[in-house]
């Protein structure tokens, strides 16, 4: 284990990295002339105090303006307020001033809904007998008038990189260690290096909120505090609430049969992680698993994301779908960016056919989500490794079939003798049952045509069955519970048929 050092002096602004770029980028634009810099952010003191180390760059009055402070210089110790908390007396103040100079306006958005103000703003910017200022608009989400479009440079502040991040870990660390009597915090090396990773994409504050929790916890950074990093990191970024975490990923060791498969994400499993590099091989992207129900697709997603040990996030087309023109689209754009800041990750998208089943009656909404999925698995660069799932090949459209779209495309069958024989070992050891106490070759034998999902159903009615005889679960008792059950390759048997004859061609077997 490695000590953090408390000799790390804590500023807050790290600059160096994406913070000394976003500085001269700021810069840049007000030496260019620019009037009006808005910048939609949460991060409010964030912009304050990179426009504080700006001015150091461009020699000029910086002022401050937010309705409950009025408007106040930031490079001059002065306490006095300079305009009342009017939007209009703030904008009068620069129309007055005769020395250019950087006004940061926050949450004004509200405001240029008023002529008065939209007209006072676009006389600044057009310099119509003022000095040549510059407006920042600061806020969360900042509607602009017409009229003021032309003369707006828009600026988006850059995430944290990796120094920043490790940086900021340590800042945190110097704080616990001074707020505990000089007790310094435990920091495991590997440990601190993937979490570092797994942060990145986060803004710097609620990267700080994460770091700050996990060190305040147990005054310990090491591998424990991983699963919990993707998870806080969730909750941050999935405020929509349209992608949903899996906490509990499977193994391949709880998947029945599925050799293919499991051999072929075992073979891209240390390239996907970036655990070792080969010249030539890219990144893995996805697959698509197609299959009868209930043969262990899902548990295959899950288990894909356990072997790659990264975290997993369903994609619920159905939440996706707004009955306002554009939301939809919208709806994908924010998931599948907040699925890119959760990288490295499996992104599970479950029974897609029922999303992206194309219709005229929608308006073309489908066809535009369509489009949209595609063009991103084809540009994404961050590593998130697509499992589409899906039962009814004939509702999916040809564009998502095509070579190429994924890396494989596998078919989940149902199981052979052998699988089968493997699901009644998993689900009685799961329930603590001895399997060797039964026949399992004549269990086998009668489960002929069933899924994985109708065979663990078959062992939870005879355990009830067994209950209610006051007995221990018995061989005859599964037996009856099989004669009873007609599982869906006879109650549809067609569909069944049909499925696994269009697949024997076009697909890989997952067995």
Not at 300 to 314: H, T
Not at 355 to 368: H, K, P, Q
Not at 400 to 428: M, N, Q, S, W, Y
Request: net charge negative; aromatic share 8%; with cysteine.
């Amino acid at each position: 284990m490695l000590i953090a050092q408390a000799a790390v002096a804590y500023t807050g602004h790290p600059q160096r990295g994406a913070a000394m770029t976003e500085i001269h980028d700021l810069a840049s634009l007000i030496r260019a002339g620019h009037p009006i810099i808005l910048i939609e952010t949460a991060e409010e003191p964030r912009v304050v105090e990179t426009f504080r180390h700006v001015i150091a760059q461009v020699w000029r009055p910086l002022f401050h303006w937010s309705l409950t402070a009025g408007l106040r210089r930031l490079d001059m110790d002065l306490e006095d307020e300079l305009a009342p908390p009017e939007a209009t007396a703030a904008l009068g103040h620069a129309r007055e001033s005769s020395q250019r100079s950087i006004y940061l306006l926050c949450d004004f958005g509200g405001y240029l809904r008023f002529p008065l103000a939209a007209r006072l703003l676009r006389e600044i910017a057009e310099r119509q007998q003022c000095a040549a200022h510059t407006m920042v608009l600061i806020g969360t989400q900042i509607e602009l008038p017409s009229e003021l479009e032309n003369h707006v440079v828009r600026f988006a502040l850059k995430l944290p990189d990796e120094a920043e991040l490790a940086k900021l870990i340590r800042d945190e660390a110097f704080l616990y260690s001074r707020e505990h009597s000089g007790k310094r915090v435990e920091i495991d090396s590997a440990a601190m290096k993937k979490i570092v990773r797994n942060m990145l994409g986060l803004k710097l504050a609620d990267a700080r909120r994460i770091a700050r929790q996990l060190i305040f916890r147990d005054g310990v950074i090491d591998q424990k505090d991983l699963p919990e990093v993707a998870k806080l990191k969730f909750e941050l970024l999935n405020r929509d609430g349209l992608l949903h975490f899996e906490y509990d990923t499977a193994a391949f060791a709880d998947v029945a049969g599925l050799s293919r498969l499991k051999r072929w994400v075992e073979q891209r499993r240390a390239i996907f992680t970036g655990e070792t590099r080969a010249a030539g091989l890219d990144p893995p992207k996805g697959l698509l698993l197609l299959g009868v129900q209930g043969c262990g697709k899902s548990l295959a997603a899950k288990a894909v994301a356990g072997s790659f040990g990264v975290p997993l996030v369903r994609l619920d087309f159905g939440a996706l779908y707004n009955k306002y023109h554009g939301e939809t689209e919208k709806n994908l754009r924010a998931s599948l960016a907040n699925a890119e800041a959760l990288a490295p990750c499996v992104l599970w998208c479950d029974e897609i056919e029922k999303g992206l089943a194309t219709s005229d009656s929608d308006d073309g909404v489908s066809r535009r989500v369509l489009g949209y999925l595609l063009t991103w698995m084809a540009e994404r660069r961050k590593p998130v490794f697509l499992v589409a799932t899906a039962n009814d090949v004939s509702r999916l459209p040809p564009e998502l079939l095509r070579k190429g779209r994924f890396d494989e495309i596998f078919f989940v069958d149902l199981p052979t003798d052998a699988a089968r024989d493997e699901v009644f070992r998993l689900h009685f050891e799961r329930r603590d049952i001895a399997w060797e106490a039964f026949e399992l070759s004549a269990l086998v034998a009668a489960t002929e045509g069933f899924s994985g999902a109708e065979i663990e159903q078959v062992i939870v009615s005879a355990l009830y069955a067994a209950h209610a005889d006051n007995l221990p679960l018995a061989q005859r008792h599964l037996l009856e519970e099989i004669r009873n059950t007609r599982p869906l390759s006879i109650l549809m048997a067609e569909r069944v048929n049909e499925l696994r004859e269009w697949a024997t061609s076009r697909t890989v077997p997952a067995d």
